[in-house]
């Protein structure tokens, strides 16, 4: 019996996804959990797995292919028996092709909407034809005739009811069939957005290779939401960011003290893990930073998630660690590595980078002496690490070389004040340099 795989409920707000990678082809034996594509959303990237034994009877996507939730990506042959009345696979296509079978068998209330569906082409053929006549200038080259256009009766009615030109329609289903959910996406496709596609596809660049040689590289569905998302945080968010710096002599010596008793307890105490501790704190000191702005609202979060931006090969990630405020250094820090590696491993779920009240970019370990990182939304504040750098420090009259660290925190100005963000950083300054600090 053929059953079908569709892309399942990813994780909450997330409609779609590009396939990464097919990883089985038509004749395989696939078992059941066995990976059939790699997909990546706006949140991750993950397997979906098959959910049936059996051999692959129809593979429906290509790497690179956008697909919706609940799309049917591939086909089973599994052994279990048609029992009837269980939903095969392509339903849009045994209404066509068959018809006299499903006649005989279903009796008057088949045959009627069979006959719907024989109107329907009918109709449609009418129509074509009608237009021709009416000599609407429709260009031949650029508009299928509507009896050729691939699609069942049913969906063409879906067409009709909503009205949408099923010409106008681009097929997701096999060799371009036009599926329901194509029109219903087609029709959800607000007039503004289609207005606003065109001005980007007029743009055009200049042909680069008239100066030199240049060549392309399809850009990755994380890297495409990255710049989406910072986009939208940019042009939406009124931001300001505010520099300071600490003298982190002190906590790197204490660092370095106890690595070897972390390590011991399977954890790697880094920098970053120190600042989660902080940061947790600075939170609950400064509830507005750990908030959400709704219209004329101010939400407060009595927990305390942070997010840690992590640099991986297919581009930013953001996994969140769970409160904060209730775990240990060592906790934070084992948490922290085992987050990152499964950030960098494509191994990471949706879940686990979500919920976050604030983040946390260390760009430290690279290098750079201040920058302005960009909030990420509904958050409203985000803290930037560069790289701690022995500096001569005056204290009193002594000169003395200290290890100092440049921060920067970017906020939304309207839920934030200049006020308030030079007191929350300042606040983890002092921290950083007097963990006794924590004690005001
Ligand atoms: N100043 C000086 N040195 C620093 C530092 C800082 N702010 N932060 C880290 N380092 C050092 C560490 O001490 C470590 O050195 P040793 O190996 O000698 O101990 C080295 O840099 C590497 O650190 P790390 O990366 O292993 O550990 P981390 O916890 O400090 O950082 C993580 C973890 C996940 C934040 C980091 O690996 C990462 O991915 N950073 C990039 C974040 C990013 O892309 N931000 C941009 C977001 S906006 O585009």
Known sequence: MKKEIKVPDIAENVEKGTIAAVLVSEGDKVSVDQPLVEIETDKASTDIPSEFEGVVAEVRVKEGDEVKVNQVIMVIETEEEDKGGEKESEPEEKEEEEAPKAEKEKGKEKQTAEKGGAEDEKEDKEKAGAEEK??????????????????????????????????????????????????????????????????????KLPDFSQWGPVSREKIKTIRRLTAENVSKSWQNIPHVTHFDEADTTNLENFRKQYQKKAEKQGAKLTVTALLLKITG??????????????????????????????DTPQGLLVPVIRDVNSKSLIQLSIELDELAKKAREKKISPDEMQ???????????????????????????????????????????????????????????????????ARFLRWICDVIEDPFAILQ
């Open 355 to 421: 919920g976050g009240n604030f983040t946390i970019s260390n760009l430290g370990g690279i290098g750079g002496t201040a920058f302005t990182p960009i909030v990420l939304p509904p958050q409203v504040a985000i803290l930037g690490v560069s790289r701690a750098v022995y500096k001569p420090v005056y204290d009193g009259d002594e000169l003395g070389k200290r290890l100092i660290i440049p921060l920067s925190v970017s906020y939304d100005h309207r839920v934030i004040d200049g006020a308030d963000g």
């Open 134 to 203: 009416e000599g609407k200038d429709k260009k031949p080259d650029s508009k299928r005739n509507l009896s050729e256009i691939p699609a069942a009766p049913s969906v063409r009615r879906i067409a009709r009811e909503m009205d949408v030109d099923i010409a106008d329609v681009k097929g997701s289903g096999p060799g371009g069939r036009i599926t329901a959910d194509d029109v219903k996406e087609h029709a959800g496709k607000a007039p503004k957005e289609k207005a606003e596609e065109k001005p980007e596809a007029e743009e």
């Open 281 to 310: 704190l600075a939170l609950q000191k400064f509830p507005r930073f750990n908030a959400s702005l709704d219209n004329d609202e101010i939400i407060y979060k009595h927990f305390f998630n942070i997010g840690v931006a992590v």
